[in-house]
């Protein structure tokens, strides 16, 4: 499967922001889905995901209650809502899938990823 994330940009805190991914290729319902975010001189870390089934979703502690994660088999295409936005959510933010897969906070553990998309938040 193939991942193209978009709908990065710069805000200010306290902003929303909405990312997508257009996955194509195989049959995304099969796929769980997910979003991680690397920051400058940090490690990559998982933000968010969606089981294959669509009915588990998980969130890192850091965006529990500010983001959401939601998919539309039908488009093919995840979405990653950011509400209430802080400078420590600035960081490339990429999609990625895993084969009905269920492990989701450690990296190694999603096969997919698309190219990232740059998310900056200013203070």
């Known amino acids: 499967v193939q991942l193209q994330a978009s709908g990065g940009g710069l805000v200010q805190a306290g902003d929303s922001l909405r990312l997508s991914c257009a996955a194509s290729?195989?049959?995304?319902?099969?796929?769980?889905a997910g979003w991680f975010r690397q920051a400058p001189g940090k490690e990559r870390e998982f933000v968010g995901g969606?089981?294959?089934?669509?009915?588990?979703?998980t969130y890192a502690d850091s965006v529990k209650g500010r983001f959401t994660v939601s998919r539309d088999n039908a488009k093919n295409a995840v979405y990653l809502q950011m509400n209430s936005l802080k400078p420590m959510d600035t960081a490339v933010y990429y999609c990625?899938?895993?084969?009905?897969?269920?492990?989701?906070?450690?990296?190694?553990?999603?096969?997919?990823w698309g190219q990232g998309t740059q998310v900056t938040v200013s203070s």
């Open positions: 990625t899938a895993q084969f009905v897969g269920s492990s989701y906070y450690s990296a190694d553990a999603w096969g997919y």
């Open positions: 290729g195989r049959a995304f319902t099969s796929y769980s």
């Open positions: 969606v089981s294959w089934q669509g009915n588990t979703l």
